[in-house]
Nanobody, 126 residues
Framework: HVQLVESGGGPVQAGGSLRLSCTGSGFTLSANHVAWFRQTPGYEREGVAGIFGTETYYSDSAKGRFTISIDRAVNTVYLQMNNLKPEDTAMYYC??????????????????????WGQGTQVTVS
């Protein structure tokens, strides 16, 4: 049974940090392109960061503040978020794309390519 479980969200003050975790079960995260997305009510879901192997990818809003990484030993992808801003407030989701490896297109891998999604973890920055 394939499953992604996010954790680590919560309330934080502007300028603070959070580390989100995405733990996979039923498959190996490092064999897939894994990404973090976020969504605010009334807005479309947007990509934040992605990782495949040693390649990492970031949205413009995440560059310089967020870091995506993977720990193969515990099958977990992390999103370290520093210098958080109120506009980072959103539900954060991780997702895995089984047919996408290294991404050579522009920007981040589009949402349509992702096969498995977690239930989300809320981040609230005030």
């Amino acid at each position: 049974h394939v499953q992604l479980v996010e954790s680590g969200g919560g309330p934080v003050q502007a300028g603070g940090s959070l580390r989100l975790s995405c733990t996979g079960s039923g498959f190996t995260l490092s064999a897939n392109h894994v990404a973090w997305f976020r969504q605010t009510p009334g807005y479309e879901r947007e990509g934040v960061a992605g990782i495949f192997g040693t390649e990492t990818y970031y949205s413009d809003s995440a560059k310089g503040r967020f870091t995506i990484s993977i720990d193969r030993a515990v099958n977990t992808v992390y999103l370290q978020m520093n210098n958080l801003k109120p506009e980072d407030t959103a539900m954060y989701y991780c997702a895995a794309a089984r047919r996408i490896g290294r991404w050579i297109g522009s920007g981040l891998v589009p949402e349509k390519h992702f096969d498995d999604w977690g239930q989300g973890t809320q981040v609230t920055v005030s």
